[in-house]
């Protein structure tokens, strides 16, 4: 049995103002759904992730978690200065990237970029936390079921399907046979998993 993390909900008293926010970043908005009474429920995805994050307006979620109560939530990164660099040219707030001595905040990367050793952080309008933090190799055992992605079998035997066309297409295209057609069918679901 799987059990994919699949959502974390963090409270929002500006659904609008959350919603641009967040699309500035590049996350892709899933679900915008108003119920009426004030209660309103966004999600969004940050690219290459399989969790999203649901955002609620709704009086009971923000008096059960608090605006801005959120803190820590991790979004993990290949380059720490890159994710840094690229958030603030999206107009974010964005501390100085650390690492952790003796327990101590130390300015500047991990020595060698030392997986799971650098961080920057980050808050969004209202104030919920974001911790950036850089992986450059997984520990081991750390695996991701395609199911995050595609969420069922069939769907990821439809997926397979779409990328079997696509490729017969492209070497129609090239009117040659593709040797890596393993890296292209990679390239053509990491692609379409994204949306």
Same mark, same amino acid.
């Given at each position: 049995?799987?059990?994919?993390?699949?959502?974390?909900?963090?409270? @929002?008293?500006?659904? *609008?103002?959350?919603?641009?926010?967040?699309?500035?970043?590049?996350?892709?908005?899933? !679900?915008?759904? *108003?119920?009426?009474?004030?209660?309103?429920?966004?999600?969004? @995805?940050?690219?290459?992730?399989?969790?999203?994050?649901?955002?609620?307006? #709704?009086?009971?979620?923000?008096?059960?978690?608090?605006?801005?109560?959120?803190?820590?939530?991790?979004?993990?990164?290949?380059?720490? *200065?890159?994710?840094? !660099?690229?958030?603030?040219?999206?107009?974010?707030?964005? #501390?100085?990237?650390?690492?952790?001595?003796?327990?101590?905040?130390?300015?500047?990367?991990?020595?060698?970029?030392?997986?799971?050793? +650098?961080?920057?952080?980050?808050?969004?309008?209202?104030?919920?936390?974001?911790?950036?933090? %850089?992986? @450059?190799?997984?520990?081991?055992?750390?695996?991701? #079921?395609?199911?995050? +992605?595609?969420? +069922?079998?069939?769907?990821?035997?439809?997926?397979?399907?779409?990328?079997?066309?696509?490729?017969?297409?492209? %070497?129609?295209?090239?009117?040659?046979?593709?040797?890596?057609?393993?890296?292209?069918?990679?390239?053509?679901?990491?692609?379409? +998993?994204?949306?």
């Amino acid at each position: 049995m799987d059990y994919r993390l699949e959502v974390a909900m963090v409270p @929002t008293s500006d659904a *609008d103002k959350t919603k641009e926010f967040y699309q500035g970043l590049g996350w892709r908005l899933d !679900a915008d759904f *108003d119920f009426g009474g004030g209660a309103r429920v966004l999600q969004l @995805t940050p690219p290459g992730s399989a969790c999203s994050v649901s955002f609620g307006t #709704s009086p009971f979620l923000r008096g059960f978690l608090g605006e801005g109560s959120t803190l820590g939530l991790e979004v993990v990164v290949d380059d720490i *200065d890159a994710a840094k !660099a690229d958030m603030v040219s999206r107009g974010v707030e964005v #501390s100085e990237v650390y690492h952790l001595d003796g327990g101590q905040r130390v300015p500047g990367a991990a020595p060698d970029h030392q997986s799971y050793g +650098s961080y920057a952080s980050f808050k969004d309008p209202d104030g919920n936390g974001y911790l950036l933090q %850089e992986v @450059t190799t997984r520990l081991p055992g750390r695996k991701t #079921s395609a199911l995050a +992605s595609y969420g +069922s079998v069939a769907s990821l035997a439809d997926a397979l399907r779409r990328a079997s066309e696509a490729h017969g297409r492209h %070497e129609a295209e090239t009117g040659q046979e593709d040797p890596n057609w393993p890296d292209w069918y990679a390239q053509f679901m990491a692609d379409d +998993s994204a949306g």
